[in-house]
């Protein structure tokens, strides 16, 4: 969703700024990506949970939009983001992070969730499939993300490992400022058990991603 949105600003703010440099380049981006969200905002209309005021970027998603395309994230201004994302990232309050990794392989492959058709009182689910390779018997994934095939055999089965696999999850500009990879937890895409249960698909050593 952020990303497409990115692009769609990108792409209009390409048809005004090419051939600019600079700090040019960068006001005719910000100011043809105003043009282009007050077209959005003009077209596109509420419906059931998937509301217009999704457009509003935060200011993450502002600051990425602006150096998307060829102005590079400046590396401090990448760690500020990380350091202020992770701030957000909350923990199980129970110490435990592994749940069970049959239902996180269901959380995995489910599409559904925050669209405007999709019930909101029921969970969603994670599309992990749509970006990554998980286990060998889906035959179908998408590549935009790594492979995760043997995540926990390749990082090792330790408890720093799950933490960073729980945080990864739960937020990944925590670790990787402008990745394309949703924010799951910071944004209630997915419950805290639902997390879990992604970890023990990716963690535990019985799970399919480290058969
Ligand atoms: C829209 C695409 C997208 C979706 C959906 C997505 N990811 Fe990712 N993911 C990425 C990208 C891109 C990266 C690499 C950049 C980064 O680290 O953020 C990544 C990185 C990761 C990493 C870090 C890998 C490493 O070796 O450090 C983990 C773990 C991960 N994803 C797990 C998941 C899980 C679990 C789900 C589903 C709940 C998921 N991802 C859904 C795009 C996605």
Not at 55 to 67: E, F, G, I, P
């Given at each position: 969703?952020e990303?497409?949105?990115?692009?769609?600003?990108?792409?209009?703010?390409?048809?005004?700024?090419?051939?600019?440099?600079?700090?040019?380049?960068?006001q005719?981006?910000?100011?043809?990506?105003?043009?282009?969200?007050?077209?959005?905002?003009?077209?596109?209309?509420?419906?059931?949970?998937a509301?217009?005021?999704?457009?509003?970027?935060?200011?993450?998603?502002?600051?990425?939009t602006k150096y998307?395309?060829?102005?590079?994230l400046?590396?401090?201004e990448?760690?500020?983001?990380?350091?202020?994302?992770?701030?957000?990232?909350?923990?199980?309050?129970?110490?435990?992070?592994?749940?069970?990794?049959?239902?996180?392989?269901?959380?995995?492959?489910?599409?559904?969730?925050?669209?405007?058709?999709?019930?909101?009182?029921?969970?969603?689910?994670?599309?992990?499939?749509?970006?990554?390779?998980?286990?060998?018997?889906?035959?179908?994934?998408?590549?935009?993300?790594?492979?995760?095939?043997?995540?926990?055999?390749?990082?090792?089965?330790?408890a720093?490992?799950?933490?960073?696999?729980?945080?990864?999850?739960?937020?990944?500009?925590?670790?990787?400022?402008?990745?394309?990879?949703?924010?799951?937890?910071?944004?209630?895409?997915?419950?805290?058990?639902?997390?879990?249960?992604?970890?023990?698909?990716?963690?535990?050593?019985?799970?399919?991603?480290?058969q």
């Amino acid at each position: 969703m952020e990303k497409t949105y990115q692009r769609m600003v990108l792409a209009a703010g390409l048809a005004v700024a090419v051939g600019m440099v600079g700090c040019a380049a960068m006001q005719e981006t910000d100011k043809s990506g105003e043009e282009a969200l007050t077209l959005m905002k003009k077209d596109f209309k509420s419906r059931g949970q998937a509301t217009v005021d999704r457009l509003n970027q935060d200011d993450v998603q502002a600051l990425c939009t602006k150096y998307s395309g060829d102005a590079a994230l400046p590396p401090e201004e990448a760690r500020r983001v990380e350091a202020a994302q992770m701030a957000h990232v909350k923990y199980p309050a129970d110490g435990k992070l592994l749940g069970d990794w049959k239902a996180g392989e269901k959380v995995a492959q489910a599409g559904n969730g925050m669209q405007w058709s999709d019930n909101p009182s029921k969970p969603g689910g994670g599309n992990c499939y749509a970006c990554h390779e998980l286990t060998k018997a889906e035959l179908s994934f998408g590549t935009i993300g790594p492979s995760l095939y043997h995540f926990g055999r390749n990082r090792g089965f330790t408890a720093e490992s799950q933490k960073y696999a729980y945080g990864k999850v739960y937020n990944s500009e925590a670790f990787a400022a402008c990745s394309s990879m949703p924010r799951f937890g910071a944004h209630g895409i997915l419950t805290e058990q639902q997390i879990k249960d992604v970890v023990a698909l990716l963690m535990d050593p019985h799970s399919p991603v480290n058969q």
